[in-house]
């Protein structure tokens, strides 16, 4: 549902979190801090888990207190967009393991936020930049690529890879290194 959706929370002047101009804004509640229970609260700031409810809240049209294929039907029609078709909402609801309450729901953004691309899709994106095969890509390269194509990398974000994953004496980056740590965690030895 997350990757399809597109979903984007915004704030506005008056501090409000949303998605799209029209839809409805939920009146805001104060929130207790969440302590121990479920990891998937472990795994984001306490401000980020209000903008999710924020934006589950919005989703939620009917206000029971679990996102279907109807909900998200209104919640496209309040986006401007009127004719999806029933297959993808069910496409969408399938994606989670069950009805989508708002645990659910911050699990499975939990899921797409933590890059959970496998380690081969990874490799093959990278391979496009090393047509010979070689394992590596010049510095150079790689940072003009991320530069100035798609989503531009800026000045800063390519000084925060390159000292996480400097080039070698050569002036190559090892992408199937950095896959790996991507992947894993942590170095190869």
Do not use: W
């Given at each position: 549902?997350?990757?399809?959706?597109?979903?984007?929370?915004?704030?506005?002047?008056?501090?409000?979190?949303?998605?799209?101009?029209?839809?409805?804004?939920?009146?805001?509640?104060?929130?207790?801090?969440?302590?121990?229970?479920?990891?998937?609260?472990?795994?984001?700031?306490?401000?980020?888990?209000?903008?999710?409810?924020?934006?589950?809240?919005i989703m939620d049209q009917?206000?029971?207190?679990?996102?279907?294929?109807?909900?998200?039907?209104?919640?496209?029609?309040?986006?401007?967009?009127?004719?999806?078709?029933?297959?993808?909402?069910?496409?969408?609801?399938?994606?989670?393991?069950?009805?989508?309450?708002?645990?659910?729901?911050?699990?499975?953004?939990?899921?797409?936020?933590?890059?959970?691309?496998?380690?081969?899709?990874?490799?093959?994106?990278?391979?496009?930049?090393?047509?010979?095969?070689?394992?590596?890509?010049?510095?150079?390269?790689?940072?003009?690529?991320?530069?100035?194509?798609?989503?531009?990398?800026?000045?800063?974000?390519?000084?925060?890879?390159?000292?996480?994953?400097?080039?070698?004496?050569?002036?190559?980056?090892?992408?199937?290194?950095?896959?790996?740590?991507?992947?894993?965690?942590?170095?190869?030895?």
């Open positions: 549902m997350c990757g399809r959706l597109g979903l984007h929370l915004k704030r506005s002047e008056d501090g409000k979190g949303g998605i799209g101009a029209s839809a409805e804004q939920a009146p805001k509640k104060a929130k207790k801090k969440i302590e121990g229970g479920s990891n998937v609260f472990s795994m984001f700031e306490q401000t980020q888990i209000q903008e999710f409810k924020e934006a589950f809240t009917n206000r029971d207190g679990f996102i279907d294929k109807a909900d998200l039907r209104d919640t496209f029609a309040a986006l401007g967009r009127l004719n999806v078709k029933n297959e993808e909402l069910e496409d969408m609801v399938k994606e989670a393991p069950g009805p989508i309450n708002f645990t659910v729901f911050l699990t499975m953004f939990g899921e797409k936020l933590k890059g959970t691309d496998p380690e081969e899709t990874i490799l093959n994106a990278f391979k496009i930049f090393d047509p010979e095969g070689k394992g590596h890509i010049k510095a150079d390269y790689i940072k003009e690529m991320l530069m100035t194509q798609a989503d531009r990398f800026s000045q800063e974000e390519i000084n925060q890879m390159f000292a996480a994953f400097p080039p070698d004496v050569s002036g190559n980056l090892d992408y199937k290194n950095l896959c790996y740590v991507i992947t894993h965690g942590e170095e190869k030895d």
